[in-house]
């Protein structure tokens, strides 16, 4: 019940007052009402008609273990470094998870093949036979947007997500990456290379950062392409060629150090798809002339390398707080995992089958896109703080600009020593303008 001060202006709650215990003065199960009421005086009565005051312990007293562990919980809501080793095991993540989430349904995942290649077939029917100059902008984005799906659905069948059957995935998998001029088994063990090495700063293929001493050593050239938008959305043909900075070899080259002697025949069987698709590409520029291609293909296709390039940076890059990276003992695929990020695309969740769901994917790429939102929420609980929830995005997700656009003024390099080690942020533009106004 509440305590009532009344008064000349009307009647008013009297807030509950509720001294902090001390710990062994009662038992834990003890109950203790202290019910105090002082009679006013007459001058008391001559402000106010009277006033009342009531003090209750609480129902329940803290015991100085429990007081030891709100201490710790607060110092772990307060100090939280994501670069320490987790208290939880791969183990416990993949216990939490539903044992419905790791079933692959074949029929399922041809579906969305069949959905997918329908829209890119229909809309590119559409853009020629409307031949609009307002049209072909609405076009251009919405094919980019689905060349990505393709890529994403054949990104499945790389990790043997989608189906249990190799020589399916494997169909799949060259049909809908040769479409889009991706080499499907060179990709594909490159690919599995960066998961299997996610967060370490040398051995990590894809967006991996540089070190001091190695981005130093890069021509005034290579750091603008690198880092000065746009040039770094349209690096993906080119790391196909050459991979990144201080690594080398090509997706093409079966001789490649990317490979082992065991997958040559892969690597070659998927560079002769990508060729015959290059040239189908050409014959068809005789068809229906170079111009009309480009349009209809040309342009869609660099639209999927942005599309590609920003989703896979800001899977590893652009977070409010600095996420550390590895080398040497401090590296673990489980502490390598915890640095991904998930992020919300908005009405593009589903068009490109929740790729934005990364951190249970790179931990367990095993599982099925369509299970990775209920797996990502079953897996919460267990994560804790080393997950990082994403800011939820509009229809679409313009707010990621400015994430992309902060990291590539910030993220260019790590240090040459120390095994758990984070971006530094690069002062040398703020120096040179400092000189300039001295």
């Known amino acids: 019940m509440a305590s009532w001060v009344l008064s000349e202006c009307g009647v008013r709650p009297l807030p509950r007052i509720y001294p902090k215990p001390r710990p062994g003065l009662a038992s834990s199960t003890a109950t203790t009402n202290i019910n105090m009421r002082i009679s006013p005086t007459r001058t008391d009565l001559v402000s106010r008609n009277c006033w009342a005051l009531r003090v209750s312990a609480p129902l329940r007293i803290q015991t100085v273990g429990e007081e030891e562990r709100d201490i710790k919980d607060r110092q772990y809501d307060e100090y939280f470094d994501?670069?320490?080793?987790?208290?939880?095991?791969?183990?416990?993540?993949?216990?939490?998870?539903?044992?419905?989430c790791w079933v692959k349904n074949p029929w399922r995942s041809m579906s969305y093949v069949v959905r997918d290649v329908a829209i890119v077939l229909g809309l590119a029917a559409a853009a020629a036979y409307l031949n609009n100059w307002v049209v072909w902008p609405l076009y251009w984005f919405a094919q980019s947007t689905m060349f990505w799906a393709l890529f994403v659905l054949g990104h499945d069948c790389g990790h043997g997500s989608f189906s249990n059957n190799h020589k399916l995935n494997s169909v799949a998998g060259h049909i809908l990456h040769s479409s889009i001029l991706v080499p499907y088994h060179g990709w594909r063990i490159s690919h599995r290379t960066h998961h299997q090495n996610h967060g370490h700063v040398e051995n990590d293929e894809s967006w991996h950062p540089l070190s001091e001493k190695v981005y130093n050593s890069l021509d005034y050239a290579t750091k603008k392409l690198r880092f000065t938008l746009p040039f770094p959305l349209l690096a993906y043909p080119f790391y196909l060629w050459g991979r990144s900075p201080g690594k080398k070899g090509s997706h093409f080259d079966s001789n490649s150090d990317l490979f082992v002697p065991s997958e040559k025949k892969d690597v070659i069987t998927s560079t002769l798809c990508w060729t015959a698709m290059a040239a189908f590409l050409v014959g068809l520029s005789f068809v229906m002339g170079p111009i009309q291609l480009l349009k209809l293909y040309v342009i869609p296709y660099w639209g999927f390398v942005m599309w590609l390039d920003i989703v896979t940076y800001l899977h590893h890059h652009g977070h409010d707080d600095k996420l550390p990276w590895y080398r040497g003992e401090e590296w673990s695929y489980l502490r390598g995992g915890l640095t991904t990020l998930d992020r919300d695309y908005g009405?593009?969740?589903?068009?490109?089958?929740?790729?934005?769901?990364?951190?249970?994917?790179h931990l367990f790429p095993q599982i099925p896109h369509y299970h990775l939102v209920e797996a990502t929420e079953a897996a919460k609980p267990v994560l804790g703080k080393y997950y990082k929830e994403p800011k939820k995005s509009g229809p679409l997700p313009f707010y990621l600009l400015g994430y992309l656009i902060k990291s590539m003024e910030e993220d260019h390099y790590v240090s040459d020593t120390g095994n758990v080690v984070y971006y530094?942020?690069?002062?040398?533009?703020?120096?040179s303008e400092i000189e300039f106004l001295v």
């Open 347 to 361: 009405w593009i969740n589903n068009i490109h089958h929740d790729i934005g769901t990364h951190v249970i994917h």
């Open 424 to 431: 530094q942020l690069i002062l040398t533009f703020w120096m």
């Open 82 to 100: 994501p670069g320490a080793p987790p208290p939880f095991k791969l183990s416990d993540i993949r216990a939490a998870i539903p044992k419905h």
